[in-house]
């Protein structure tokens, strides 16, 4: 762990506010990039960051400096963006290719993306994805996450993660193909 960044974790241990907005300075928009391409509303992502920042400053004493504190708030936002899923999916009586539409339709009038049908069709693909799944394809895909980082985030074997990774290439593939 560079010196920089325990120096900032042990002001923020002995209480010090300016020292924590520092690292939401750092990493909120790495963060933030990561919450989005799974939950796709910009306000649900905010709200899901927020939390991230709040749990990750109410638990900075059980960080255990092995890791990278990034890697560490990376698990947290994972965490927290999957309670939201599963919150989301327990209130919701729409059968699942509504929900699937509903991302859809959001990612259509969605002012905050401004890609291209091709862009479009591919983030339509990964929303069809499980959530697991979605945040091991973005984590590899997008992120360039190696496998084993990967495992120490999510807490799943190297082998696991390689075969969601595997599954979630074929599913958008075919889903890309039948469009």
Not at 28 to 48: E, F, G, N, T, W
Not at 118 to 128: G, V
Request: hydrophobic share 35%.
């Amino acid at each position: 762990m560079p010196k920089e960044e325990s120096e900032l974790i042990d002001l923020c241990l002995s209480g010090s506010g300016k020292a924590f907005e520092q690292i939401v300075e750092k990493h909120q928009r790495p963060l933030y990039s990561i919450i989005r391409k799974m939950v796709i509303d910009h306000d649900d992502a905010r709200d899901i960051l927020q939390n991230t920042f709040i749990k990750a400053w109410k638990n900075l004493d059980s960080f255990n400096r092995q890791s990278k504190l990034y890697t560490w708030m990376y698990r947290i936002a994972v965490n927290e963006t999957m309670t939201f899923l599963a919150s989301k999916k327990k209130r919701s009586f729409i059968p699942l290719a509504g929900k699937d539409y509903d991302l859809s339709e959001k990612l259509e009038n969605d002012p905050w993306f401004d890609g291209d049908e091709a862009q479009k069709n591919f983030q339509k693909a990964i929303l069809t994805l499980p959530n697991k799944q979605r945040i091991v394809f973005n984590m590899r895909y997008y992120e360039d996450i190696p496998y084993e980082q990967m495992s120490e985030i999510l807490g799943t074997s190297e082998g696991a993660l390689k075969a969601s990774y595997h599954h979630a290439v074929k599913k958008i593939q075919d889903y890309m193909l039948n469009r």
